[in-house]
């Protein structure tokens, strides 16, 4: 193996000891946890290399190196999740490679997807993205919409052509109620999850958890957790 290799393997292998203790700690089968790997700032080869290893869910969050980095994986049996905060001038180029989009968290972005998939002929599955440090209608710092705001959205996204409901997405907030409570923060996402498949069944997906906190993100219940650093290794910094 080629030292970059070796290198993502320990990695990797260390991140799913992780998991599968998180999820025996927790009373959970391994299996109801989904890893996705955040590729940003790292080429294409590393996601070459990744999915050699067995990696089968990657995530992007800036469109102008997504897209290309995709192209340039065509081949891999990978699915695609588009995490970053999302201008709807943006949106054709994502839905021609995202298979699901995290950060659904307005009105003209459900519209924007829906018709830019009708467009492609694809489905393209949809997390709405919840603020957890917004008030009951406002947005978050990072994008999101506020708890209030989840169930119209919701039932936007389930009448949008081309767009399936799959669930909700948070990052764990900086400010606010739940700063430096991880834990409580996807509890409380848990909770909002509950509530939307009481109208919407098929909505299970939970995405919440990074390198730092997927083990509070696996005891509250989420379904799939975005690690990027803890298996690429630390981001060069953009300049």
């Given at each position: ?5 070796t290198e993502?393997a320990a990695?990797?292998a260390?991140?799913?000891q ?7 700690a927790?009373?959970r089968?391994?299996?109801?946890v989904?890893?996705?790997v955040?590729t940003k700032t790292y080429?294409?080869?590393?996601v070459?290399?990744l ?5 089968r869910?990657?995530?992007e969050?800036?469109d102008?190196?997504?897209a ?5 994986c ?13 201008q709807?001038n ?19 972005l459900?519209?924007a997807?829906?018709?830019e998939?009708?467009?492609?002929g694809r489905?393209?599955g ?8 917004a008030?009951e209608?406002a947005?978050?710092?990072r ?14 996204v389930?009448g949008a052509?081309?767009?399936r409901?799959?669930?909700?997405m948070t ?11 991880e ?9 909002l999850?509950?509530d939307l498949r009481?109208?919407h069944p098929?909505a299970t997906?939970?995405s ?7 083990e ?5 219940g ?6 990027g650093?803890a ?9």
């Amino acid at each position: 193996m080629t030292d970059r290799k070796t290198e993502l393997a320990a990695n990797l292998a260390n991140v799913e000891q992780r998991i599968t203790a998180a999820c025996a700690a927790a009373g959970r089968e391994r299996e109801e946890v989904t890893l996705i790997v955040v590729t940003k700032t790292y080429p294409a080869s590393d996601v070459r290399i990744l999915s050699e290893l067995g990696v089968r869910h990657v995530a992007e969050n800036r469109d102008q190196d997504a897209a290309p980095k995709a192209a340039a994986c065509a081949d891999l049996p990978l699915k695609w999740h588009f995490v970053g905060q999302l201008q709807t001038n943006k949106v054709r180029s994502v839905v021609g490679y995202a298979d699901f989009v995290q950060s659904v968290d307005r009105d003209r972005l459900v519209t924007a997807l829906s018709k830019e998939a009708g467009r492609a002929g694809r489905e393209v599955g949809c997390f709405i993205q919840v603020a957890l440090d917004a008030g009951e209608s406002a947005r978050g710092e990072r994008g999101g919409v506020a708890p209030g705001g989840i169930e119209e959205l919701a039932g936007l996204v389930a009448g949008a052509p081309g767009l399936r409901l799959d669930g909700l997405m948070t990052v764990a907030p900086l400010t606010g109620e739940y700063a430096g409570r991880e834990q409580a923060a996807f509890e409380r996402l848990m909770d909002l999850s509950t509530d939307l498949r009481r109208a919407h069944p098929a909505a299970t997906m939970v995405s919440a958890g990074m390198s730092a906190d997927l083990e509070q993100a696996v005891a509250a219940g989420a379904t799939h957790v975005r690690v990027g650093t803890a298996v690429l290794g630390v981001r060069p910094r953009l300049g």
